[in-house]
């Protein structure tokens, strides 16, 4: 049985999904990683620590860290990240441009790709990375 939990697909695997497939699997990722950080924190409410992983996971505040770590990309990186920020999307939200839903996409994509290759190291890098300092 494949290990759906810790995936390691090798790249060419991960690059023959489509890239709005890579963009639901890392935003689950992307979701799970601020949660984690979040949490890990201290003692907050769980209204509370909803409030403020919603307002990090919208389009928006995923377009930021993006813009943080483009020059940080290897080529290969770059490369999912273009291919998840021009896939074909139905609809954009209300609360952010269709330039930020596209570049959160695109992270989206990234961290999904990164994960299903077993390369959790560097999605924490950059998750870390991409934080306002």
């Not at 049985?1 to 963009?23: D, G, I, V, Y």
């Not at 979701?31 to 509370?48: F, Y």
Request: hydrophobic letters at 40%; charged letters at 25%; proline letters at 4%.
């Amino acid at each position: 049985m494949a290990n759906t939990f810790l995936p390691e697909l090798s790249p060419e695997s991960a690059r023959q999904l489509s890239n709005l497939a890579l963009a639901h699997v890392g935003d689950a990722v992307f979701e799970l990683m601020v949660r984690t950080k979040l949490a890990s924190q201290g003692r907050e409410t769980a209204h509370n620590l909803h409030k403020m992983s919603v307002s990090l996971v919208r389009a928006p505040a995923q377009a930021r860290r993006m813009e943080r770590i483009i020059p940080l990309l290897t080529e290969e990186e770059a490369e999912v990240y273009r291919r998840g920020r021009n896939a074909k999307v139905n609809s954009v939200p209300k609360a952010a441009s269709t330039e930020e839903y596209h570049a959160a996409t695109g992270l989206e994509a990234l961290f999904g790709y990164l994960y299903l290759t077993g390369r959790s190291q560097r999605a924490m890098e950059l998750f870390e990375l991409s934080e306002v300092q």
